[in-house]
């Protein structure tokens, strides 16, 4: 960790979530599907983190600890159990890993593509939305507004 940049990940924790990336989705041959361990999505992770930095950090700590060693350094069973127990006690954590991982994984061009997407922004020209049932706001609309006029 450097003191100057807080979401900074040191060696040992950058192999910690690189280990934990290629838990969540590994590499998928078969389907022509990156693991979230890749490089360049890896790399995306990291310098994401933002916000989640310090809870990622604490999640990584959490693993070494829930393990009774480095988290990278495990076997993959090891590691699986591992991640199990986090999600078990440390709910908040396990989701901050998650979503690190997650939101850098499926803006990846190769994993849109593999997933049928145009590898693109939605905006400006948007994503056809199917029809929906609106009686599902009927509830809603009948609960009346919840704020107060402007003067």
Not at 114 to 140: N, Q, T, W
Request: hydrophobic share 40%; aromatic share 4%.
């Amino acid at each position: 960790m450097t003191e100057t940049n807080p979401s900074e990940l040191d060696d040992a924790e950058r192999r910690a979530l690189r280990a934990v990336a290629a838990l969540m989705i590994p590499a998928c041959a078969e389907h022509g599907m990156p693991g979230a361990d890749d490089d360049a999505i890896f790399s995306d992770i990291t310098a994401s983190l933002g916000r989640d930095a310090v809870a990622v950090r604490r999640a990584l700590r959490q693993l070494d600890e829930l393990a009774g060693a480095h988290f990278a350094d495990l076997p993959g069973s090891a590691r699986e159990e591992a991640a199990r127990r986090l999600r078990e006690a440390h709910p908040p954590l396990a989701a901050a890993l998650v979503a690190a991982v997650v939101r850098c994984y499926y803006r990846d061009d190769r994993v849109m593509r593999a997933i049928g997407m145009e590898p693109r922004p939605p905006y400006p020209r948007g994503f056809e939305v199917g029809d929906g049932d609106d009686s599902l706001l009927d509830p809603v609309r009948a609960r009346g507004p919840i704020w107060r006029k402007a003067p």
